[in-house]
């Protein structure tokens, strides 16, 4: 009955009457009374209400950190439009239900973009995309992965600044968002210029330096899923030719002249088009003493065809590899291993550390990670440490443009990432004391005093955001434009509390 009530009010009405019609609605409680709802409103082909439905299969098991693809979400949506958006939020918000948004589902934190037993809000369907040649300004909608972009933007030799790596989505840059090109641009949030923001009531706005100024703030690295949901993004796009980029792999133990290297070019580079990302593998293989369970990759990204010898002291270091050549940026999204990212999915979770690499902290925490990787054989399949130059050429780009919610001090300061990706087929009890151990040794080398960690990749239980000076700031940003709680208690993200 109800539903037939629904089907023909959706039929009948206009967009606007629909909204109002709404506040009307006879109470349904719960996800599945939203599902129906949804259904009506949004038509089959915006909601998946099966779980033999492809569209739901898809959605839910599409996670990087593939102990998300537990959770049952009670229908999954797919938005094509703000209003579709606004309509949806309305519909969760009526019935208490639980939901997520997602986008490319790369976050590793359980509940930022997965749920059980409520509403997955799946942007996935929204992947229109312009390019303004009067302006420079870069238009998208939030559902294509950085490749698609990179892909998308190349025709008009431009690119916007986003992910290292293709697959990953654009929740990434409401994170901050670390590019090869950041050391020029800033951070990917950097770069924002005008957001559409869906707001938990509905309401649907926008967000510049110059209209809901404390919202923008917010949303320029404060994380997603806690303000609002970003519908559209206009960036500052950038010119982009050939790279000259690549990896060097080394195997057998080279750590301690990688480590001097990484931390040299984090203290002395002054060159803003070379980047580097250092990334420390070990297998749960045994040692042997040879070294031979571990690989070291160097990612190298130059934004231009002649990169002098910035990276000299990289190649100096016996290598087994060196791929580094003449490179489209599309091609630099996929180094490596074209799919790395797909091939790379597990039982994956991050942490992140923040140091000063003026200090010893880039060889102890190194030390500890190696020693935790030898007494730990079998309790993981696979663990990296990466190195992220925060260079001071990023943070004044970052200065320039505004600022962003990190209030990023000047560089050079680095971020330490770990992933650990525990083996399949385990208890919980030792997943958790696996997890439990993990975190200890992350927690041994303290983190610089003033810098802020690096959502993107810090743990939820690290409490991220209490490092961000800003932090009372957004706080208040956080009250005022989710002023019931409504995203709080209904969603997971970062804690504003
Ligand atoms: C293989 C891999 C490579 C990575 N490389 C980089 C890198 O180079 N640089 C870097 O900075 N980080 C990198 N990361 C970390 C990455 O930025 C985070 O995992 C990020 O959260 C992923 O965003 P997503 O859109 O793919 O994921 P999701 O899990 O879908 O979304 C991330 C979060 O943002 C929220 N969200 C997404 N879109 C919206 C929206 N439109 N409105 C409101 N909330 C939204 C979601 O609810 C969720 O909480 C990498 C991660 C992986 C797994
Ligand atoms: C959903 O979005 C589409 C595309 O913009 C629009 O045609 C449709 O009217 C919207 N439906 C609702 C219920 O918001
Ligand atoms: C290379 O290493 C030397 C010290 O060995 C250092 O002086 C120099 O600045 C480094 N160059 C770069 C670009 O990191």
Redesign the pocket.
Known sequence: MLIVRLLTTALCMSPAALALDLDRLPHLDGPSGACQSLRSYLGFGKTALSQLDLRYIHSRTSYWNTKLNAHAPSCVVFPESAENVSLTLKVIGSTGSKFAIKTQGHNTNDGFSSVEDGILIDLSHMTGKSYDEATTLATYEPGSSWGELYEYYLQFGRTVVGGRIHGVGTGLALGGGMSYLSPQYGMACDSFRELEVVLPNGDIVTASSTQNPDLFFGLRGGGGNAFGVVTKYTVQSRPIGTLYAGNLIYVSDHSEEIL??TR??I???T?PK?AILMNYNILTTPDLALGLDQAAVMFLVYDGENPGD????FTAIPHLLNTMGPKKYTEVANLLLPGLAQISRGDNVFRIGVHRADDDSYRTAWERFHQWSQDHKGDYTYIHLDYNPVPKSLTDASKEQGGNAMEMPDGPWFWAEYTLTTPPLITTAKYNEIQASFKEMVDGTPNAEGLPMFLNEAHADQDALKSFSSYSRLQEIKAKYDPDGFFASKTGGWSFS
Do not use: R
């Open positions: 001097k290297a040299d070019f203290l002395y580079n060159d070379a910035v990276y000299a002291n």
